[in-house]
């Protein structure tokens, strides 16, 4: 899932250091845990990672019924 923060792609599986394809459940791990470890500053890059990762699976989720 590649997703645009300030004016740069990034892989958001990577971003949380996850391989692509991870499970919601790892996803939702790494997220917290990368949260909890980050500077306030280096927020938003997590949650926009997090976020570009949820809306592709409410994507699938909605297109496969």
């Known amino acids: ?4 923060f300030n004016g740069h ?4 599986y ?10 919601p459940e ?3 791990d790494a997220y917290r845990t990368s949260i909890e470890r980050v500077d306030t500053a280096s927020k938003p890059f997590i ?5 570009a990762i949820q809306s592709q699976w409410q994507s ?3 297109s496969s019924g």
């Open 9 to 12: 792609s990034w892989d958001a």
């Open 14 to 23: 990577e971003v949380l250091g996850l391989p692509a394809g991870s499970s």
């Open 60 to 62: 699938f989720k909605a």
């Open 1 to 4: 899932v590649v997703f645009n």
């Open 47 to 51: 949650e926009a990672a997090y976020q």
């Open 26 to 28: 790892k996803v939702e």
